[in-house]
């Protein structure tokens, strides 16, 4: 039915997960699955591992392994969560090959994963339940040396190449931090316990994140033992995306009816508005790569009058923005999209009825002026 994008290397190859019809009837019947796809330029090639059913892909890195999640049950569909996989295993694949399998602990799935340059793992688990009881909260997992182990409760939200892991701890409402297997509690000076989004963790062991505190958006990065409290846009926080580890972040500053502003934040006094192409109003900022460029997106014609109701994709850095081209647009543009250190950008673009239907890369060329 439709396509996610996961992950792309420097190589330019791209993962893919292929989702099948949402109404799982052919799933349940293991006649359809979720199989992770690995697309170097020709045919994307499936990636199915022998003794399961299903194959969801995580991350590459430029070892040219590839982390996917796999079971072999058939999958279910849910009213209320659609379709859903118990993921019992993760599986490291290369060229072809498994090169590992980590089951779960016992009476856990895992919910997703992580791999480094290292070749090694962090991995989260979901609540444990019994009669629909949960009996234990998420966990996270390290794998290395060929040993899973158990770095206690939170979830997985980043993982660099030092091992140390950046999560969140669900039954605390807090985010947490993993150094040599010791876990540390990231003050925020917030009490909320609500609006956490995702947290971002660079090479340099420093992490970001931003929070709602009532109802203003606080962002913060943590960089060893300090704290620093992320300028604001007129008294609006920035929701961070991406960061980069020159410790550069880019986001949006939410207006909340009003327009979106697309921001970086370089680590002066002030967030930088980044200027739109064509003039837009309103608009995002999704990623950034280590030299600088970033990618986003700003919406069409909402109505549609002008057939460009979906939206447009740009690539800019410090010196200026300019618009991705696309052949059509599509009903619901989504910025869920990377770019590598050479420029080349991977986004999938959704369709009328939120579906991923194409996913499109773009490849930077010699320009004919600047």
Same mark, same amino acid.
């Given at each position: 039915?439709?396509? @996610? ?31 992770? %796809? ?19 892909? *995580?991350?590459?890195?430029?070892? !040219? ?35 590992? &399998? ?32 949960? &009996? ?18 939170? @979830?997985?939200?980043? %993982? ?16 947490? #931090?993993?150094? *040599? ?36 958006? %606080? ?12 300028? &604001?846009?007129?008294?609006?926080? #920035?929701?961070? +995306? ?15 009816? +009003? ?19 064509? !003039? ?12 600088? *460029? ?8 909402? %109505?549609?009058?002008?057939? &460009? ?18 052949? +059509? ?7 869920? !999209? ?27 060329? +010699?320009?004919?002026?600047?």
């Amino acid at each position: 039915m439709s396509q @996610s994008f996961i992950d792309l290397d420097e190589r330019g190859r791209v993962l893919l997960d292929a989702h099948p019809d949402d109404t799982g009837e052919a799933w349940a019947a293991g006649e359809s699955s979720i199989t992770a %796809f690995l697309w170097s330029g020709g045919q994307p090639e499936a990636i199915v591992i022998d003794g399961f059913l299903q194959t969801s892909g *995580q991350a590459l890195n430029e070892r !040219g392994e590839v982390l996917l999640l796999a079971t072999n049950e058939p999958g279910r569909a849910d009213d209320d969560w659609g379709i859903s996989a118990d993921w019992t295993h993760a599986v490291l694949w290369q060229d072809g090959a498994v090169v590992a &399998t980590i089951a779960a602990p016992d009476g856990r799935l895992f919910t997703h994963g992580q791999l480094n340059e290292l070749g090694h793992v962090a991995l989260s688990t979901d609540y444990a339940w019994n009669d629909d009881v949960a &009996t234990a909260p998420p966990h996270t997992y390290l794998w290395r040396d060929g040993q899973l182990v158990d770095l206690g409760e939170g @979830s997985l939200g980043d %993982f660099n190449d030092r091992d140390e892991i950046a999560g969140y701890d669900d039954e605390l409402h807090e985010y947490v #931090m993993w150094r *040599q297997g010791e876990r540390h509690i990231l003050p925020r000076g917030c009490d909320a316990e609500w609006g956490m989004g995702a947290i971002h963790l660079d090479e340099h062991g420093r992490a970001a994140a931003s929070f709602n505190c009532g109802n203003p958006v %606080f962002s913060l990065l943590w960089s060893g033992d300090e704290v620093i409290e992320l300028p &604001t846009l007129a008294g609006r926080g #920035m929701t961070i +995306e991406a960061m980069n580890d020159r410790g550069e972040l880019v986001g949006v500053v939410r207006a909340f009816g +009003e327009d979106d502003v697309p921001v970086r934040w370089d680590g002066g006094d002030e967030l930088v508005v980044v200027p739109l192409p064509s !003039g837009a109003p309103s608009g995002e900022l999704g990623d950034i790569n280590e030299r600088g *460029q970033f990618i986003g997106a700003y919406p069409g014609d909402p %109505f549609g009058g002008d057939g &460009t109701h979906g939206g447009f994709f740009f690539v800019g850095d410090e010196d200026g923005t300019h618009e991705l081209p696309l052949d +059509e647009l599509w009903g619901s543009m989504m910025l869920v !999209g990377e770019i590598n250190e050479s420029g080349v950008i991977v986004n999938s673009m959704a369709g009328d009825v939120g579906d991923h239907e194409h996913t499109i890369v773009w490849r930077p060329c +010699e320009a004919d002026s600047p």
